[in-house]
């Protein structure tokens, strides 16, 4: 078959993202699969077993990275296709999943076709990804780009106090190949947009230019305690209080900020947590982002100084601590490129755009050309057990990839 006329099959990418879904599953829909999880370990079974089917090689590193490699023509750095599989603790079907399983699909296809590549082609899924039971976010791909060493993401300690290392060793996914390997010539993720820009604009390929900066700070609040009954109000030290400023302040400080600026205050927690105890203690999270690092900047400073203010006028005590800091990313303009002109040339309409989430491709863009494809989140909805992209985008985004990939490993 001439490859111009390949495209993917997408009943068998459907059939997979709707097996994966079922690890983890919730009840009423959508899944659960926290990094290292015991979902998570079910969900990295099945998918190197599909790994092993395709006739992937599939190596596994030491913080739980796992690379399946089809040998081209040549040996030397494979184009990698890639994302995550685990979720948030109410995730949906498609994030990170998608990137994962139409890599195999495109494996699939080729084999199929029994085309064989000059460049080997690769299908990973990286660790924790989504940094919500252990921060950093995008843990995986920044010890295996090299940004964080293997030894500090394996003592970082989660919200359920375990490290990633008593993870990682429980569900027996710490690996012995090195972080790093194998090296990447290109790296291409497809994703649902996770937003409403291409559902509204009725565009079907985002070719994305970049991921904008993040920005994670973990709150610490240490006030006193009392009845709630009997404290009058201007002798409290109240670490709820606190707390409660902040998300107010936040998002206030996003629409002053305009742009891009987005803010949100994702978890909290006091202690006690009673009806008619003022909290001693509350402890919660701030995400900040915006594509602009200056501004993004100006954001973090405000909250800094918001919080010193708030510290000694309510008489508290406040601690911050950095659990993610990411700068906004530029992808390669020529593999931007590279994904508008195929979607074009598949007759998609697509658009150049940023992504507000993170994603592994953003550490990868510092090692290798890298590029992504969004399709479209039904309703611009994402991290929630009702997140769904139409069949026919899914198909869309497939078809790019498969494409992108084959280019990239056939180029000169
Ligand atoms: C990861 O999914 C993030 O953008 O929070
Ligand atoms: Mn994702
Ligand atoms: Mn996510």
């Not at 994305?208 to 610490?220: A, N």
């Not at 606190?242 to 202690?271: K, M, P, Y």
Request: charged share 20%.
């Amino acid at each position: 078959m001439s490859d111009r006329n390949l495209s993917i099959n997408l009943d068998r990418l459907l059939s997979r993202l709707q097996a994966l879904g079922q690890i983890g599953a919730l009840e009423g829909g959508g899944v659960c699969r926290l990094a290292l999880s015991d979902e998570d370990k079910q969900g990295r079974d099945l998918v190197i077993r599909w790994m092993r089917e395709l006739g992937l090689s599939v190596t596994i590193d030491r913080i739980g990275n796992v690379v399946g490699v089809r040998p081209g023509r040549e040996p030397g750095p494979p184009v990698m296709a890639g994302s995550h599989i685990d979720t948030v603790r109410t995730g949906g079907l498609y994030d990170g999943s998608l990137g994962v399983l139409a890599g195999l699909e495109v494996i699939q296809t080729l084999n199929e076709a029994e085309i064989t590549t000059t460049r080997p082609l690769a299908v990973a899924f990286f660790t924790n990804e989504e940094g919500s039971r252990f921060a950093p976010d995008m843990m995986g791909s920044l010890v295996f780009q090299g940004g964080m060493s293997v030894e500090e993401a394996l003592q970082t300690v989660g919200i359920d106090g375990t490290t990633v290392e008593e993870n990682l060793n429980r569900i027996g996914y710490a690996g012995e190949a090195p972080c790093g390997d194998p090296k990447v010539h290109a790296y291409v993720e497809l994703h649902v947009e996770q937003g409403p820009v291409l559902e509204e604009e009725g565009v079907v390929i985002g070719a994305v230019e970049g991921v904008q900066g993040i920005s994670w700070t973990e709150v610490l609040v240490e006030g006193v305690s009392n009845h709630a009954g009997t404290t009058p109000m201007r002798l409290r030290h109240d670490a709820g209080y606190i707390a409660g400023a902040t998300i107010a302040f936040v998002r206030d400080l996003a629409l002053r900020l305009g742009g891009d600026q987005v803010a949100t205050v994702g978890s909290i927690e006091f202690t006690p947590n009673l009806v008619n105890v003022i909290p001693e203690q509350a402890r919660f999270t701030v995400d900040l982002r915006n594509t602009d690092e200056e501004r993004l900047q100006a954001a973090e400073s405000e909250l800094a100084t918001f919080l010193d203010n708030l510290a000694k006028s309510e008489g508290v005590k406040i601690s911050r601590r950095s659990l993610a800091r990411f700068e906004p990313v530029a992808f390669d303009p020529s593999m931007v490129e590279r994904v508008e002109r195929i979607a074009r040339d598949l007759g998609y309409s697509v658009r150049r755009m940023p992504s507000g989430a993170g994603h592994d491709a953003q550490i990868l863009a510092r090692v290798c050309p890298t590029s992504m494809i969004f399709v479209p989140s039904v309703g611009g909805i994402s991290h929630n057990v009702t997140e769904f992209t139409h069949p026919e985008h899914i198909e869309a985004g497939a078809n790019v990839l498969l494409r992108t990939l084959l280019e990239l490993a056939d180029a000169a």
